[in-house]
């Protein structure tokens, strides 16, 4: 009897072993990345009460700058990756706008707080829209920028495609400033043969 007991604590024993290294071999592979030196851009917009000699208000997008690559041009190649898609507006982190105003693009309310940005294409390649995306449920589901196709969009601003003048080797985000109506500037996005425009009306505080 002593010796079964022997046994069967040993065959379990083995069991528990097994188990255990079956499971440290089925467990995913956890992977670490970093950028050591990311090529980032920001563009800001800010007003500044002289008679009060302080700031009223700011906005500004921080962003990565891809490169662009010469297969983009493939007319094909680039419907392929885009048509239908919410597609990455950037590299490495989130690109993000940070407003403490009341603005508007393109007609589209924007509350002021954090947003992360990306672009939509329509399913037939003819239009173009700035995807809004709320940072707080990116977190809670712990998404990385590349995986902004699982985003779940808020709400989107129409864009307007621009005939392209030139090549942009990087993707360049322009807060354009009209001294003349200081409260409309034009958000511009340029990257490769890719441009687009659209129009913001920022409410100033009373």
């Known amino acids: 009897m002593r010796k079964l007991t022997l046994l069967l604590i ?8 097994g188990l255990k290294s079956n499971a440290r071999q089925q467990a995913p592979k956890i992977e670490v990345f970093g950028s050591d030196s ?10 500044w009460n002289d008679a009060k000699n302080g700031g009223t ?5 921080d962003y990565g ?24 507006l950037g590299s490495n982190f989130w690109t993000v706008l940070d407003t403490d105003m009341q603005i508007s693009i393109s007609g589209k309310s924007v509350t002021p707080g954090y947003w ?12 173009w829209s700035l995807a809004f995306i709320d940072p707080r449920k990116v977190k809670q589901a712990q998404l990385d920028a590349s995986e902004i196709g699982r985003a779940p969009v808020d709400f989107e601003a129409p864009m307007t495609l621009e005939k392209s003048s030139e090549v942009k080797d990087r993707l360049v985000i322009d807060l ?14 340029a990257w490769g043969t890719l441009q687009l425009s659209a129009p913001i009306e920022v409410q100033p505080r009373a």
């Not at 040993?10 to 072993?17: E, F, G, K, N, R």
């Open 176 to 189: 354009v400033i009209n001294k003349a109506q200081i409260y409309q500037p034009i958000l511009r996005i």
């Open 38 to 47: 990311p090529e980032r851009g920001t563009t800001r917009v800010g007003y």
């Open 65 to 88: 700058k891809p490169v662009w690559k010469k297969a983009y041009e493939d007319t094909a190649k680039f419907d392929a990756m885009t048509n239908g898609k919410v597609w990455r």
């Open 57 to 61: 208000g700011q906005f500004a997008i």
């Open 10 to 17: 040993s065959l379990s024993m083995v069991l528990s072993l």
């Open 116 to 127: 992360y940005l990306g672009l939509k294409r329509s399913s037939d390649g003819t239009s």
